[in-house]
């Protein structure tokens, strides 16, 4: 089955600490995108990747930073810079790299929460 | 930043009944999209509108755009109890020469009674 992986479910990080944040595709897609969800808000763009090796930062990228180094694989690292990272993380994909042209794929998310 | 916007808030009506819901946005846009989140999961793309189009039908969604009013409604007829779930509107926007960012509203929270 092709899809979104996120891992882990659930994270906890205490103060001061940075978190990597898990996401893997097998759909074979260029793009990749990391989202934040706040109760009861829409979703917030973190960063995106058009392409391996390229991504671009989204409206909200302070205290986050993203590598992508494989097709498959867009990690997200939650910084000790970012002072309110509590939040439900959403991974997401889609076929090509240009940002709202195909519909996106997302993953079940990350729901991060500060000791 | 431009974004969409999601009408009613919060939706209540019984199982059978027709739902509407509306998304409004602010700038020229090349698609619209609709996608549904139940709860604590990740979101499902439910219809993609290009600027072009006026209307468009997948089963029971109806998805109408308005680029005059920069408005577009999701109409889902005969509801079901497993259509209980948020639904989003995205819009992507551009400026100079690439695209800028994709933006979702706050979302309608739709129930369906039994």
């Known amino acids: 089955d092709g899809g979104i992986t996120q891992s882990p479910k659930y994270l906890f990080r205490k103060e001061g600490q940075n978190v990597t944040l898990s996401c893997e595709q097998n759909?074979?897609?260029?793009?990749m995108y990391w989202y934040r969800q706040d109760p009861g808000q829409g979703l917030r763009l973190i960063y995106y990747s058009q392409i391996v090796n390229d991504f671009q930062k989204g409206d909200i990228a302070e205290g986050y930073s993203v590598s992508r180094e494989k097709k498959e694989s867009f990690p997200l690292t939650v910084t000790s810079a970012q002072k309110n990272p509590t939040a439900f993380y959403l991974c997401?994909?889609?076929?090509?790299?240009?940002?709202?042209?195909?519909?996106?794929?997302f993953g079940d998310g990350t729901r991060l929460s500060i000791l | 930043s431009q974004q969409g916007e999601e009408d009613p808030q919060a939706l209540s009506i019984q199982e059978g009944e027709n739902a509407t819901m509306n998304c409004s946005y602010k700038?020229?846009?090349?698609?619209l999209q609709w996608y549904r989140q139940n709860s604590g999961r990740g979101l499902v793309h439910l219809i993609l509108i290009r600027s072009n189009e006026r209307e468009k039908h997948s089963g029971r969604l109806r998805v109408t755009l308005d680029t005059s009013k920069k408005s577009s409604s999701l109409l889902i007829t005969a509801s079901r109890a497993a259509d209980t779930a948020s639904y989003f509107c995205?819009?992507?926007?551009?400026?100079?020469?690439?695209?800028?960012?994709?933006?979702f509203g706050k979302g309608t929270h739709l129930i369906i009674q039994p």
């Open positions: 759909l074979n897609h260029d793009a």
């Open positions: 995205a819009t992507v926007y551009f400026s100079g020469g690439g695209a800028d960012g994709l933006t």
């Open positions: 700038t020229s846009i090349n698609n």
């Open positions: 997401a994909s889609s076929i090509e790299g240009r940002l709202g042209n195909q519909p996106q794929h």
